[in-house]
């Protein structure tokens, strides 16, 4: 049994924790953040590939409660342009689904939990030390730690990315910043809402890409992904400020989203996207990154939580049942099985996102242009993008497939 110490309590984290478990180690998770995360953030995707690895790991009941299925449409000043296939259905009938990060977060947490899984908070990685017989591990409070390996699941800015490389590149900006909120059932007018429950209406604007959609308690979640600008820093303005930005950009267009934005009372500070194209050394030594440490998408991928848990299951099957001595060629193989995959995706969610910049400069182009775009995606979605959602990791074989 391995002592493995897992960098990061979030998706990733969480995820990595609970398939070294399975594969009869002996995970300790230790979260820079003094408290759980519960709450905190926006909405993610899972998609039928993420569902897939979750299965996997066993958590089957648990990911059937999360968040309501979506299915999503196009749209462009208030024009219906296509409909959209997410990924299509696993065997068993399940589908992708938009849930809260929190959701999915508090989930994975709770399981970790169940298994006897422990969660140190307060514990930011400085330092790692390696000897021959195991690792050595420095937190910002002095603190240490001992074990046999160290899972770096700590995000776009990984510590232990630069620990294993220190010559490492940096992430990669997308020019779009991300925001978002909730607007509580019943807020809205009667007759207002133009998108039916369980629907996702994604939009072209004018000046701004966006979405919203109807949960089916009736709540309005939203998201928006304006152009980023080098002359103003949206993070920095306060509530009232952050509504009026907003409202500029979406004033115009021939949507609803005007009255959603003025309804939300908490809009999420606007942040800045990134992505991670690729990094020389995803392991070293008895060193290894997971999920967005390794290999960040864009968030118009839709992948960064499926990737981060298909990372957990396949570095948990690589790991199940070594002695100390076999670590660095399972984390070789490790890699060799996710590397070309992971990147791909990366790439993929960056040209998801082109669309929604470039649209910002040539509306009037891409007015006429999006719909015959869209067509074709939907069209070809399914063959297309099968290679993205229809990958099954089997635990139990030495190989995974995508089938
Ligand atoms: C609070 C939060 C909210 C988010 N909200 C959204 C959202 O709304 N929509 C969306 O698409 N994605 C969101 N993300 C990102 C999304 O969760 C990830 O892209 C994806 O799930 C991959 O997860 P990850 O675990 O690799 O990275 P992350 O989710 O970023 O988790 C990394 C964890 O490592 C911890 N950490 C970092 N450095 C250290 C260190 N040196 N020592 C110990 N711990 C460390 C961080 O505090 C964090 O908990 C959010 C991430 C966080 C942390």
Not at 50 to 67: I, S
Not at 311 to 332: F, K, M, N, Y
Not at 363 to 371: A, K, M, N
Request: proline share 5%.
């Amino acid at each position: 049994m391995l002592n493995c110490i897992v960098v990061g309590g979030g998706i990733a984290g969480l995820s990595s924790g609970i398939a070294l478990h399975k594969a009869g180690h002996r995970p300790l998770i230790f979260e820079a953040y003094g408290v759980p995360s519960d709450g905190i953030g926006g909405f993610l995707t899972v998609a039928v590939n993420g569902f897939d690895a979750l299965h996997t790991l066993g958590l089957k009941a648990a990911a059937d409660h999360l968040g309501p299925l979506m299915s999503m449409y196009l749209g462009s000043n208030g024009k219906h342009l296509v409909d959209f296939d997410y990924g299509g259905t696993l065997p068993d009938g399940t589908t992708a689904r938009t849930m809260t990060r929190s959701e999915l977060y508090s989930t994975l947490r709770d399981e970790a939990g169940r298994r006897g899984i422990r969660i140190v908070y307060d514990k930011r990685l400085t330092a790692v030390n390696e000897a021959r017989d195991g690792v050595h591990v420095v937190f910002h409070d002095g603190t240490t730690a001992d074990g046999d390996l160290v899972v770096g699941a700590d995000g776009l800015h990984s510590r232990v990315r630069t620990l294993i490389d220190p010559s490492a590149p940096p992430p990669r900006n997308i020019p779009l910043l991300n925001t978002g909120g909730i607007v509580p059932a019943g807020v809205l007018r009667p007759g207002l809402v133009d998108v039916e429950a369980g629907r996702m209406k994604m939009v072209f604007g004018k000046r701004c890409f966006y979405c919203y959609m109807q949960d089916p308690d009736g709540s309005i979640w939203w998201f928006a992904n304006p152009l980023q600008r080098s002359s103003e820093d949206p993070s920095t303005f306060d509530a009232d400020a952050r509504k009026a930005w907003l409202t500029k950009l979406v004033a115009g267009d021939r949507t609803i989203m005007e009255a959603i934005i003025a309804a939300t009372e908490e809009i999420i500070r606007p942040y800045t996207t990134s992505d991670f194209p690729s990094i020389p050394r995803w392991h070293r030594g008895r060193l290894v990154v997971v999920g967005d440490a390794a290999h960040a998408a864009s968030p118009s991928s839709g992948q960064g939580a499926s990737m981060a848990i298909e990372d957990a299951v396949t570095l948990g099957r690589a790991l199940q049942g070594l002695a100390p001595e076999s670590i660095p060629a399972a984390l070789e193989r490790y890699e060799s099985e996710r590397r070309i995959r992971a990147e791909s995706v990366v790439e993929w969610g960056r040209r998801n996102a082109e669309p929604k910049v470039r649209g910002q400069f040539k509306r009037v182009f891409e007015d006429l242009l999006l719909p015959m775009v869209f067509r074709g995606m939907a069209g070809k979605s399914k063959d297309n993008f099968d290679w993205v959602y229809r990958h099954h990791i089997e635990w139990d074989t030495a190989n995974s497939a995508a089938k």
